[in-house]
């Protein structure tokens, strides 16, 4: 006969598997090739270009950090309507519209 799960509640101990606070092998990876990477963690704008800087650095770890820095190598486009002292847009499409009728 097995251990119940009610045996557990009842304060016996489980006896496999890894002890609490061990990390997991996919973080131990990741901490490894960090550490295999010797990155500047001073500040995040450095940590993540340390990384890609580094030709060593798997492919992942590169493209991750290269969206995170993305933000602030590219601004974002707006878009923005020319004030030239002219007719607005909108003056100007009623112009058009008027003189299309008018033909």
């Known amino acids: 006969m097995g251990i119940s799960k009610t045996s557990f509640a009842k304060g016996r101990r489980k006896t496999g598997g890894r002890k609490a606070g ?3 092998k996919v973080t131990q ?4 090739i960090l550490d295999q ?3 500047d963690r001073t500040d995040p704008m450095s940590f993540f270009l340390s990384i ?3 030709p060593d ?5 590169a493209k991750a950090a290269a969206k995170e820095l993305f933000p602030y190598s590219h601004p ?3 878009s923005v309507e020319s004030r030239t002292g002219g007719l607005s847009h ?9 003189l299309c009728e008018d033909d």
């Open 22 to 24: 061990t990390p997991n």
């Open 29 to 32: 990876a990741h901490r490894k």
């Open 37 to 39: 990477m010797k990155v």
């Open 52 to 54: 890609l800087r580094n």
């Open 57 to 61: 650095a798997p492919y992942e770890e």
């Open 76 to 78: 974002k486009l707006a």
């Open 90 to 98: 909108e003056a100007r499409l009623e112009e058009l519209r008027r």
